[in-house]
């Protein structure tokens, strides 16, 4: 009997060995792909939930606006196919891209925010994506690839909601920097959070922080803040994982409104400051 039988698997490779009981997952590798060579993107912020709808686009949109507003160039790879969430809040449509020799440039918001979408490439924009994951994963990290960011400081990216295949394979071919978790009060967080933070463990990716959207409503009249939901568990869940709450988002039908306008840059809104605190440093240029 050949003795040897298990080591080679005949085109010339190890078998992996097999797991033993009780063993534990080592760390995913990284699958990065390169970058488009127009593209110098200096911090990347992945911007994850639970699940839709609970605002995770928004406060993907708010960071990349609070960031704009310091004065960072910033751009947006929205990797949510689920919506066409991104374009909408920006008002940029199709004819916001342009191409050159194989290279795909960034549509660009009024504000000089950078954005790029599948909704953008669509013929009819309002089409729901209905590709298999495989396909949907590709076309992303041709975002990456293919397109030429220019100089970004920080690339914010609107990730597939919770933490499935899609959302694991944009994880690994994206070089990740930090995490911000989307969460509201109605949310299961303890679990929402548990889930992201074996994520980022995986990824070897650390976790910024959470947002709590919808976390409240403010009284018109006396500014009272009604907590419709009641008390959430993000405080605690953070405390127990030594996440820091960045920001706490009130419902405001103003913030749906400039959205669904197509005009978060004009939303005056100033909830995401806390980011100052917890995104990694980059040097911002003097622009002339
Ligand atoms: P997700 O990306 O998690 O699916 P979105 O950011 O697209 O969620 O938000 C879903 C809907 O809820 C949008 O119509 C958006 O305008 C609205 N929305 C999100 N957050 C708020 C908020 N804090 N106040 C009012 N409307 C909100």
Same mark, same amino acid.
Request: hydrophobic share 40%; glycine share 10%.
């Given at each position: 009997m050949n003795k040897n039988k298990n080591i080679k698997n005949g085109k010339g490779h190890m078998d992996p060995p097999k797991p033993k009981a009780g063993h534990v997952a080592p760390p995913q590798p990284k699958l990065e792909a390169d970058p488009?060579?127009? !593209?110098r993107v200096n911090k990347m912020i992945a911007v994850v939930s639970g699940k839709?709808?609970?605002?995770?686009? !928004?406060?993907?949109?708010? !960071?990349?606006?609070?960031?704009?507003?310091?004065?960072?160039?910033v751009g947006i790879l929205d990797a949510d196919i689920t919506g066409p969430s991104i374009p909408r809040m920006f008002g940029l449509h199709p004819w916001d891209l342009s191409a050159r020799d194989n290279t795909l440039y960034p549509a660009t918001s009024v504000t000089g925010i950078h954005a790029m979408s599948m909704n953008l490439l669509m013929e009819n924009e309002?089409?729901?994506?209905?590709?298999?994951?495989?396909?949907?994963?590709?076309?992303?990290?041709?975002?990456?690839?293919?397109?030429?960011?220019?100089?970004?400081d920080y690339m914010f990216v609107d990730m597939p909601p919770g933490t499935g295949d899609v959302p694991l394979t944009v994880f690994q071919a994206l070089p990740v920097d930090g995490?911000?978790?989307?969460?509201?009060?109605?949310?299961?967080?303890? /679990?929402?959070v548990g889930k992201a933070v074996a994520m980022a463990k995986m990824?070897?990716?650390?976790?910024?922080?959470?947002?709590?959207?919808?976390?409240?409503?403010? @009284?018109?009249? @006396?500014g009272e803040?009604?907590?419709?939901?009641?008390?959430?568990?993000?405080?605690?869940?953070?405390?127990?994982?030594?996440?820091?709450?960045?920001?706490?988002l009130p419902i405001d039908p103003m913030l749906a409104a400039s959205c669904d306008a197509g005009k978060i840059e004009y939303y005056?809104?100033?909830? /995401? !400051?806390?980011?100052a605190d917890v995104l990694p440093k980059v040097e911002l240029k003097v622009q002339e």
């Amino acid at each position: 009997m050949n003795k040897n039988k298990n080591i080679k698997n005949g085109k010339g490779h190890m078998d992996p060995p097999k797991p033993k009981a009780g063993h534990v997952a080592p760390p995913q590798p990284k699958l990065e792909a390169d970058p488009n060579p127009g !593209s110098r993107v200096n911090k990347m912020i992945a911007v994850v939930s639970g699940k839709g709808g609970v605002g995770k686009s !928004s406060v993907t949109a708010l !960071s990349a606006l609070w960031a704009r507003r310091q004065g960072y160039t910033v751009g947006i790879l929205d990797a949510d196919i689920t919506g066409p969430s991104i374009p909408r809040m920006f008002g940029l449509h199709p004819w916001d891209l342009s191409a050159r020799d194989n290279t795909l440039y960034p549509a660009t918001s009024v504000t000089g925010i950078h954005a790029m979408s599948m909704n953008l490439l669509m013929e009819n924009e309002e089409q729901p994506v209905i590709w298999r994951s495989p396909v949907i994963t590709g076309a992303l990290t041709q975002f990456w690839t293919d397109v030429a960011w220019g100089d970004i400081d920080y690339m914010f990216v609107d990730m597939p909601p919770g933490t499935g295949d899609v959302p694991l394979t944009v994880f690994q071919a994206l070089p990740v920097d930090g995490i911000l978790i989307v969460t509201t009060p109605q949310d299961l967080v303890s /679990m929402i959070v548990g889930k992201a933070v074996a994520m980022a463990k995986m990824m070897n990716v650390p976790i910024l922080g959470i947002v709590e959207n919808m976390s409240y409503v403010k @009284c018109p009249h @006396c500014g009272e803040e009604i907590r419709l939901f009641g008390e959430g568990h993000v405080e605690e869940t953070a405390a127990a994982e030594e996440i820091p709450v960045v920001a706490r988002l009130p419902i405001d039908p103003m913030l749906a409104a400039s959205c669904d306008a197509g005009k978060i840059e004009y939303y005056d809104g100033d909830y /995401m !400051s806390g980011l100052a605190d917890v995104l990694p440093k980059v040097e911002l240029k003097v622009q002339e």
